[in-house]
């Protein structure tokens, strides 16, 4: 009965995002659903994309481990990305008639660091879309008491996202992300108030986690454990600022003011709704503590469904999983269609430089079936690895090698091609070798490609120039409807 009531929710999505799909005319709508949504809308889709798997069974199985230092990265990261990016980037880019922050990257230094940044920022997705596939295949997995394998749950639920993906694009999304949102936070709430009398009340639960030190936040005072700390800090906090997600979501804004407000709001908010489902694995030490350390060995991420189907009623196991489908398609949603985009926008486009505005919008639809082929073929692939893990990675890569650019563009007048193509280098460069050598456990490989970015354009930007910006005709939106 349950896993017949999620497969009727995940149809009841799919006609709402397919509806939502009529007002799909033109690439703009497509891709930043003309610039045409709300405040309230904004918020939802910022704060919908976010909360995702990691949050939902990622994060608390890390919390209970480690407690909040070992959940730096996300949410307090995450969330802090978001209202940085309202705050110091949202304006500054609404301004400018693009349709991806690729496109910010070509008018600013030309083809080649804008087909550059297009890859970093592409490859970044494959982690955190695989992450919502697994997500979604242990979900059918657990549901059927095993009847359907994880792979094959990882099939059924990428088809269920890509079924309105693939025809709304932004528009779909964004609608589908303002109902998820209402279902997850409704279900997570109502869920959180009885898992907290179950467990003998909120007091109780907090008391645990206190004396277990999970709220130990600051890591130990020393420099190694500083520097990594700080390093998984802005993993996220940097390194989510030049994605196409975010980008997207400030651009389909209906005003200025919605394109900065919402980021903000839906930091905030997702920065203090991820303690929900923390709250949640601490009161499953409660209220089963045999089989959540038994859980807590094999695989920490099934704490909370386990909770859910053995010691709660029936209504329970369905805000649950409601809420749980919510997270994941809301946030799998965004890794397909934001990638996809990007691929036909920045990089097909350089040798088809004059089609159509209907045969790029064919184009986009084709992009995102093949690229969710990728990311389902990632993930069966990285199958056993943690969903707060693949996340968490894919982040490394935009920070060292598209972050920079983006910032120094933005706030530095003397910013040029040659210190980018500096930066991008470096960035990458150090990255890689401290990720593939006994450098990275001395110090951590992002900081020290961020950093070595950084150095890049200064002393590309500030020595002779030799590297030209060879910028191409800007892409025009069509916002009318």
């Known amino acids: 009965m349950l896993l017949t009531l999620v497969f009727i929710y995940l149809l009841i999505t799919i006609i709402i995002g397919l509806y939502a799909a009529?007002?799909?005319?033109?690439?703009?709508?497509?891709?930043?659903?003309?610039?045409?949504?709300?405040?309230?809308m904004i918020v939802t889709t910022t704060f919908a994309t976010w909360f995702g798997s990691e949050t939902v069974l990622g994060i608390p199985a890390k919390f209970v481990q480690s407690g909040l230092n070992g959940v730096v990265e996300d949410p307090f990261g995450a969330g802090t990305c978001l209202i940085l990016v309202g705050l110091f980037f949202a304006g500054k880019l609404y301004k400018m008639s693009l349709l991806t922050i690729s496109d910010y990257y070509r008018e600013r230094y030309g083809r080649?660091?804008?087909?550059?940044?297009?890859?970093?920022?592409?490859?970044?997705?494959?982690?955190?879309?695989?992450?919502?596939?697994?997500?979604?295949?242990?979900?059918?997995?657990?549901?059927?008491?095993?009847?359907?394998?994880?792979?094959?749950?990882?099939?059924?639920?990428?088809?269920?996202?890509?079924?309105?993906?693939?025809?709304?694009?932004?528009w779909s999304v964004a609608v589908t992300d303002f109902i998820q949102v209402i279902v997850l936070v409704v279900g997570l709430a109502v869920l959180a108030v009885f898992a907290g009398n179950l467990a003998g009340g909120a007091d109780k639960v907090i008391a645990l986690a206190t004396s277990q030190d999970l709220f130990k936040f600051w890591p130990e005072p020393n420099l190694r454990d500083m520097v990594f700390f700080f390093a998984a800090a802005i993993t996220m906090m940097f390194g989510s600022i030049p994605q196409q997600d975010v980008f997207q979501r400030v651009m389909s804004a209906n005003t200025q003011g919605a394109a900065t407000k919402?980021?903000?709001?839906?930091?905030?908010?997702?920065?203090?709704?991820?303690?929900?489902?923390?709250?949640?694995?601490?009161?499953?030490?409660?209220?089963?503590?045999?089989?959540?350390?038994?859980?807590?060995?094999?695989?920490?991420?099934?704490?909370l469904p386990t909770l859910v189907l053995e010691k709660m009623p029936f209504i329970m196991q369905v805000l649950f999983f409601g809420?749980?489908?919510?997270?994941?398609?809301?946030?799998a949603s965004a890794t397909l269609l934001a990638p996809s985009?990007?691929?036909?926008?920045?990089?097909?486009?350089?040798?088809?430089?004059?089609?159509?505005?209907?045969?790029?919008?064919?184009?986009m639809r084709t992009s995102v079936l093949v690229f969710s082929s990728l990311?389902?073929?990632?993930?069966?692939f990285m199958q056993g690895t943690s969903i707060y893990e693949m996340v968490s990675g894919a982040y490394q890569v935009p920070l060292v090698g598209a972050f920079v650019p983006l910032v120094f563009g933005l706030y530095w007048k003397k910013a040029s091609t040659q210190g980018a193509v500096f930066?991008?280098?470096?960035?990458?460069?150090?990255?890689?070798?401290?990720?593939?050598?006994?450098?990275?456990?001395?110090?951590?490989?992002?900081?020290?490609?961020?950093?070595?970015?950084?150095?890049g354009m200064l002393v590309g930007s500030l020595?002779?120039?030799?590297?030209?910006?060879?910028?191409?005709?800007?892409?025009?939106?069509s916002t009318e409807a």
């Open 262 to 303: 919402g980021p903000v709001i839906g930091g905030v908010c997702y920065i203090l709704f991820a303690f929900v489902p923390m709250f949640l694995v601490v009161s499953a030490l409660i209220i089963m503590p045999e089989q959540t350390a038994v859980l807590l060995k094999e695989d920490p991420q099934k704490i």
């Open 341 to 363: 985009v990007t691929f036909v926008e920045n990089i097909w486009r350089q040798f088809k430089p004059r089609m159509s505005d209907q045969h790029e919008l064919k184009l």
């Open 22 to 40: 009529r007002r799909v005319k033109n690439t703009a709508d497509y891709a930043i659903a003309g610039r045409k949504l709300p405040l309230i």
């Open 112 to 170: 080649t660091i804008e087909v550059v940044c297009s890859i970093v920022i592409m490859i970044s997705y494959l982690g955190w879309g695989a992450a919502q596939v697994t997500a979604l295949g242990l979900v059918f997995n657990i549901l059927s008491g095993g009847a359907i394998s994880t792979t094959a749950g990882m099939l059924i639920g990428t088809a269920s996202v890509l079924a309105y993906t693939l025809f709304g694009g932004m």
């Open 423 to 455: 930066s991008v280098v470096c960035g990458i460069g150090t990255w890689l070798l401290f990720t593939f050598s006994a450098l990275g456990e001395q110090f951590p490989a992002q900081l020290a490609g961020v950093l070595a970015a950084a150095l």
């Open 463 to 477: 020595t002779p120039q030799t590297i030209e910006n060879s910028r191409g005709s800007h892409h025009r939106l």
């Open 375 to 380: 990311v389902l073929a990632y993930a069966i």
């Open 323 to 331: 809420a749980l489908l919510s997270a994941i398609k809301s946030t």
